[in-house]
């Protein structure tokens, strides 16, 4: 019931004194909006009062209201929609990406930098007149989190205690929703995602098998097979039948005709000069020429298709496979990192009992303060970093260079999507005027003009003046000379090896062939003669 903002009450007491402590009292009634004090003179004679919350110079002041008034006459008026002033206690957390503040947290309006600076600067200032003095949340700067006593620190615990009268950017989760009121209007978004390099690319000798898959080159291979077994029954089926005229099966070579039979060699190499476009010896036999024919058109596609592959594959390296999904990120290999902003999405994963979250909160390596060697380890390493959208967008602007950033690549799937609107404490007076002025931030896109100005001139334009001065003019260039396009011998090193290979293996024939002749010639020397024939006419012999 106390977080109806917009409800009326009427406040009864039958001793007219009594109105001014019932209606500025701290309790109860301090939280409502709308209200009036009904009471009743020594003469019967009806008292009607209210309080303007803010009228005596951002004070709250009674006011007296005719006991009959005109039929058009508003005993409920909204009191707040004109602060007078008043200075507003604002907890924020550690969240750099969104608003920035000097400590010790002194005097009014006194946000340094941040998105947040700019809507409550030039936007919500203006629209309800009010003054602001932000600090840094209770408890390390988080946004909320219970203690085991029952005790809340972070934003939501000094919004509770009563030492804020606003939070910002705070989640909206069951359990902080007991304990305070959220606006329904938001002025931010936010979610989880992880990020990781756009991947290495891979230069590997195997890039020739990658124009096919596995299951393609099976095929092929079967093909071959195929072939060899068709070769096969058809001259043996000729053969058998004598269709060859009692004569042997002749084969043509550029237009000579031989008599010698087209025998497993001359099939071997065939095929293999096929595939290679070379020229090979053909038979002349009509069905083996029949089927040569349909062979010669399915290699003509395979390695059109070949070669195509393989010139995308020269022009354009293959990139690692990275991952996409949590799902993956959490079964590859990748070592994770987490940007600890808040505590909402780390309780929220830790709570789940989904595997993948599970697993993701056993191995992760939990990061605090700003976060920036989360987004260098992924820059040098095989790392991934999760983090919400809001802050990394803020390293990236504020640390690293266009070719850093180049190299990063945003996870498509995200989680833990978070509206941020104001926390106040339930009942708050001014929970309707806050909503009323939020609800017009998110259609006129002004939060996203606001952030890309911050970024731009408060963050990204400070780093590069900051680097001209100190001459680190290498983080300055546009381009990664490491990234370069043109081809160069990791390429095309898989034709080298596949040379090398081949001179390995003709070699090795060679010195086989050298050896097996001197083997012949040795056992040639080594034989004993079997005749010797003598012709004594002649006074000669010889040995047969």
């Not at 109105?19 to 301090?30: G, I, Y």
């Not at 947040?116 to 936007?123: E, G, I, P």
């Not at 070949?306 to 996409?324: G, H, N, Q």
């Amino acid at each position: 019931m106390v977080k109806k903002e917009s409800d009326f009450w009427i406040w009864i007491t039958p001793q007219p004194s009594q109105l001014e402590r019932l209606l500025l009292s701290d309790f109860f009634p301090a939280k409502t909006k709308y209200k009036l004090g009904l009471s009743f003179t020594p003469s019967s004679d009806l008292v009607v009062r209210s309080v303007c919350f803010f009228c005596a110079e951002g004070l709250p002041q009674i006011v007296d209201f005719p006991p009959e008034g005109p039929p058009s006459f508003n005993y409920f008026p909204n009191f707040v929609l004109n602060l007078m002033g008043k200075t507003l206690r604002i907890s924020f957390p550690a969240v750099k990406a969104r608003i920035e503040a000097t400590p010790p947290y002194k005097g009014v309006n006194n946000a340094n930098r941040g998105m947040l600076k700019t809507l409550f600067d030039q936007y919500l200032m203006v629209k309800l007149n009010f003054t602001y003095n932000m600090f840094l949340s209770t408890g390390g700067g988080g946004t909320g989190l219970e203690l085991p006593n029952g005790t809340w620190i972070g934003t939501v615990g000094d919004v509770v205690s009563g030492k804020a009268d606003m939070a910002i950017m705070t989640g909206n989760t069951n359990k902080r929703n007991q304990q305070v009121s959220f606006t329904k209007s938001f002025f931010d978004v936010s979610y989880l995602h992880f990020i990781t390099t756009n991947g290495v690319r891979i230069f590997s000798p195997a890039t020739l098998l990658w124009s096919f898959d596995l299951l393609m080159w099976t095929c092929i291979g079967a093909s071959t097979l195929g072939a060899f077994i068709v070769f096969k029954l058809i001259t043996k089926s000729m053969t058998v039948l004598g269709m060859d005229g009692g004569e042997r099966m002749t084969f043509a070579h550029r237009g000579i005709i031989s008599k010698e039979s087209w025998r497993i060699e001359h099939q071997i190499f065939f095929v293999i000069n096929s595939y290679l476009d070379q020229d090979c010896v053909l038979p002349t036999y009509t069905p083996l020429r029949c089927f040569v024919a349909m062979w010669l058109f399915f290699v003509l596609i395979v390695t059109t298709v070949y070669r195509s592959k393989m010139v995308s594959l020269l022009a354009f390296p293959v990139l690692e496979k990275i991952p996409t999904t949590f799902e993956e990120l959490v079964e590859s290999d990748y070592t994770v990192g987490f940007i600890k902003h808040g505590d909402g999405a780390y309780n929220t994963m830790k709570a789940s009992t989904d595997p993948v979250y599970v697993k993701l909160v056993k191995d992760m390596e939990i990061i605090t303060g700003v976060g920036l060697e989360c987004l260098e380890n992924v820059v040098e390493k095989k790392y991934a970093c999760l983090a919400f959208t809001i802050s990394t967008l803020y390293l990236l602007y504020g640390n690293l260079s266009d070719s850093d950033t180049r190299k990063l690549m945003y996870s498509p799937e995200k989680t833990y999507v978070v509206f941020l609107g104001a926390a106040l404490e339930p009942g708050s007076i001014y929970k309707e005027s806050f909503d009323f002025w939020l609800s017009w931030v998110r259609p006129f896109h002004l939060a996203d003009f606001w952030e890309a100005y911050d970024m731009h001139y408060n963050v990204r334009l400070p780093k590069r003046a900051w680097w001209l001065s100190t001459n680190q003019t290498d983080k300055l260039e546009r381009s990664d000379p490491g990234e370069s396009d043109d081809l160069t011998l990791k390429h095309i090193s898989g034709a080298f090896y596949a040379l090398g290979a081949c001179l390995v293996f003709s070699g090795v024939v060679f010195i086989q062939e050298l050896v097996a002749f001197h083997y012949m010639a040795r056992m040639k020397r080594k034989i004993v003669p079997l005749i010797r024939i003598i012709i004594p006419e002649r006074q000669e012999s010889f040995i047969i």
